[in-house]
Nanobody, 120 residues
Framework: QVQLVESGGGLVQAGGSLRLSCAAS????????MGWYRQAPGKQRELVAA???????NYADSVKGRFTISRGSAKNSVYLQMNSLKPEDAAVYYC??????????????WGQGTQVTVSS
């Protein structure tokens, strides 16, 4: 069983910064990519940023230049540094592990979500 545990959400003023962390645990042979998604009330879940096992990154246009995604040295963790936060960044942020190879096959996994609130 693979688990993703997130941390780092909270309340911040507009213009401030937060750093989200996500660690995957379990019987993991490899992870194709890890990323962060977010879902605001009444909206669909959207990709914020993703990073592959070889370090290629992809960002939503709305966060380019403000957010930075990175992976830990063990490759089973991912971080999202969020700077210059705006009220429209407020959402529940979910960690995703894409095509995780385990003894029972290859699956995607999600974290439980962490709330980011940005006050104006």
């Amino acid at each position: 069983q693979v688990q993703l545990v997130e941390s780092g959400g909270g309340l911040v003023q507009a213009g401030g910064s937060l750093r989200l962390s996500c660690a995957a645990s379990g019987s993991i042979f490899s992870i194709n990519a890890m990323g962060w998604y977010r879902q605001a009330p009444g909206k669909q879940r959207e990709l914020v940023a993703a990073i592959t096992s070889i370090g290629s990154t992809n960002y939503a246009d709305s966060v380019k230049g403000r957010f930075t995604i990175s992976r830990g040295s063990a490759k089973n963790s991912v971080y999202l540094q969020m700077n210059s936060l705006k009220p429209e960044d407020a959402a529940v942020y979910y960690c995703n592990a894409d095509r995780v190879l385990t003894p029972v096959g290859r699956h995607d996994y999600w974290g439980q979500g962490t709330q980011v609130t940005v006050s104006s």
